[in-house]
């Protein structure tokens, strides 16, 4: 079946620090691959978008990568704040149809 | 440029009751979507309309249903509620929709099935 599988647990890490988020699937063939950040209460906000021919996309502190063997990205986030808190999802697409993952959040601790 | 907005941000009904949930997308987008989101689910994806037609359809009961107008604005109907039905819905406007398009999502309307 379609997985897009996400750390379900918290990342708890030190300010300062590279947060390195997580985001594997299976079944799909996405063209693309986006990431979103979700603070409680609201709804995502658009932060990348790499592509399937893209191996690394970069935009100011975050920094994504997009392997398709691996059927994995990693996101990250370095020198982060305790701003960078939040909750971050991985979604592809699929015939169209944007899929998420369940979201890692991150705690950055002063 | 004004964001997505979606009206009313909070809601209770009653099971039995049906609801009706709007969208108003960025100026100028023409693809709207609709997702659920529940702690226990996520981000479901129920429904995408373009140009006044449905484009593509998650895994939801037909109870679940919208519609787009001529101005892009969407509606989201949801009939005989059921308790399981209480989550935050969301909808998210893109110029084109799903292809190589970020999604700008607004606040969400909570609805809550007592």
Known sequence: ?110 | KAGVTQTPRYLIKTRGQQVTLSCSPISGHRSVSWYQQTPGQGLQFLFEYFSETQRNKGNFPGRFSGRQFSNSRSEMNVSTLELGDSALYLCASSSTGGENTEAFFGQGTRLTVV
């Open chain 1, 1 to 110: 079946s379609q997985k897009i599988e996400q750390n379900s647990e918290a990342l708890n890490i030190q300010e300062g620090k590279t947060a390195t988020l997580t985001c594997n699937y299976t079944n799909y063939s996405p063209a693309y691959l986006q990431w979103y950040r979700q603070d409680p209460g609201r709804g995502p906000v658009f932060l990348l978008l790499i592509r399937e021919n893209e191996k690394e996309k970069r935009k100011e502190r975050l920094k994504v990568t997009f392997d398709t063997t691996l059927k994995q990205s990693l996101f990250h986030i370095t020198a982060s704040q305790p701003a960078d808190s939040a909750t971050y999802l991985c979604a592809l697409d699929n015939t169209g149809k944007l899929i998420f993952g369940q979201g890692t959040t991150l705690q950055v601790k002063p």
